[in-house]
C-alpha cells in the first residue's frame, strides 16, 4: 500500500522556523522524485521544493535561500527545514512522488499525502 504522511506543521511567528517530514511507504523511495507543495486558501496549488532520486534539488524562487529539502533514505523519508518564515507562508504543505525527474508540474505526482498546516503569524 502507498502511503504518503506528512508531519511538522504548527503555529509559529514570522522569522521562526519549521521542519517538516514526508514519510513514504509502499514503494521504493529512491525511484521517486518527491516534492513539496502548497495550496493557500483560494489559491492553486503550487511547488515550493523537489528532490530527485540522485539527490539534486530545486527550489521555487519564493523559497530559495529559506527552505532545505533532504532525504534520508533509509528511514522512506523526506524533510523541508523552513527557515526565516513569512505569513506569506501559510498555507497547507503537501508531498508528493513522481516518476518524470525535476518535474514541478503537479500533474506528474501520482502519489499525494493529506497535508499539513503551516501558519505564520505577523
Known amino acids: 500500500e502507498v502511503q504518503l504522511v506528512e508531519s511538522g506543521g504548527g503555529l509559529v511567528q514570522a522569522g521562526g522556523s519549521l521542519r517538516l517530514s514526508c514519510a513514504a511507504s509502499g514503494f521504493t523511495f529512491d525511484d521517486y522524485v518527491i516534492g513539496w507543495f502548497r495550496q493557500a486558501p483560494g489559491k492553486e496549488r503550487e511547488g515550493v521544493s523537489l528532490i530527485n532520486s540522485d539527490g539534486s534539488t530545486d527550489y521555487d524562487d519564493s523559497v530559495k535561500g529559506r527552505f532545505t529539502i533532504s532525504s534520508d533514505n533509509a528511514k522512506n523519508t523526506v524533510y523541508l527545514q523552513m527557515n526565516s518564515l513569512k505569513p506569506e507562508d501559510t498555507a497547507v504543505y503537501y508531498c508528493?512522488?513522481?516518476?518524470?525527474?525535476?518535474?514541478?508540474?503537479?500533474?506528474?505526482?501520482?502519489?499525494w499525502g493529506q497535508g499539513t498546516q503551516v501558519t505564520v503569524s505577523s
Open positions: 508528493a512522488a513522481a516518476v518524470v525527474a525535476d518535474t514541478t508540474d503537479p500533474w506528474e505526482y501520482i502519489y
